[in-house]
């Protein structure tokens, strides 16, 4: 294996592939094991073959693959974890933003259980990088340091932001028929204004 690394770092597409090929079944395998789900720990994969394509010119071809690979997609695997722990923190928090505005005006509760919803669901609509996005921007991340968190470009970042707000503000708008408008503008600029 150490010749495909050396042509690897020499940036051959065939040695690539040949790594992958050799590796990849086994590493989905021990994914899926721990994340008990296909699609996750597929996307596992490509992030872990996509960050070491990327990180190619730094590689030692004298390191042992084997460990190198198994400690990264162990690594992306606890990253996983630690995700939705987060995610799960963040919506908590929203939710109990929501809930106690609603608990102190009693005449928004009908509007705050329909907008929570609405929420709900459009995050779970989203793609894994654009809900990651939304969530840490909620939590006045920057988008530099969004960027660097998730190894994005800022550009990616800002373009997924932006078709976020729009989401959000279309199934807002969308669903504000029957509901109390002043809420509505209030908990959309919360949640969209300063995006």
């Known amino acids: 294996m150490n010749s495909f690394l050396r042509l690897l770092r020499e940036g051959s597409r065939d040695a690539y592939t040949h790594i992958y090929n050799h590796y990849a079944d086994q590493l989905y ?3 899926l094991v721990r994340v008990k789900d296909t699609v996750i720990a597929e ?3 490509q992030e872990l073959f996509i960050q070491f394509w990327d990180r190619r010119a730094s590689l030692n071809d004298q390191i042992d693959l084997d460990k ?3 400690s990264a997609i162990k690594y ?3 990253d996983h974890f630690n995700r939705l722990k987060t995610h799960s923190t963040q919506l908590d928090e929203l939710a109990q933003h929501l809930k106690t505005h609603a608990e102190q005006n009693p005449d928004y509760l009908k509007t705050y259980l329909a907008l929570e ?3 709900e669901l459009e995050l779970e609509k989203m793609s894994k990088n654009m809900r990651e996005i939304l969530l840490l921007r909620w939590e006045k ?3 530099p340091c969004i960027a660097e968190k998730l ?3 800022e550009q990616t970042v800002k373009n997924n932001l932006t078709t976020a707000k729009r989401r959000l503000k279309r199934k807002i708008d969308e669903n504000s028929e029957n509901l109390d408008i002043i809420m509505i503008s209030q908990i959309s600029f919360a ?4 995006l």
Not at 191 to 194: A, E, H, P, V
């Open 76 to 78: 992306k695997i606890i």
């Open 141 to 143: 991340y920057s988008i």
């Open 151 to 153: 190894q994005l470009s």
């Open 117 to 119: 919803r609405i929420v």
């Open 191 to 194: 949640l969209i204004g300063n």
């Open 29 to 31: 395998r021990h994914a």
């Open 68 to 70: 190198y690979l198994y």
């Open 43 to 45: 996307e596992i994969l």
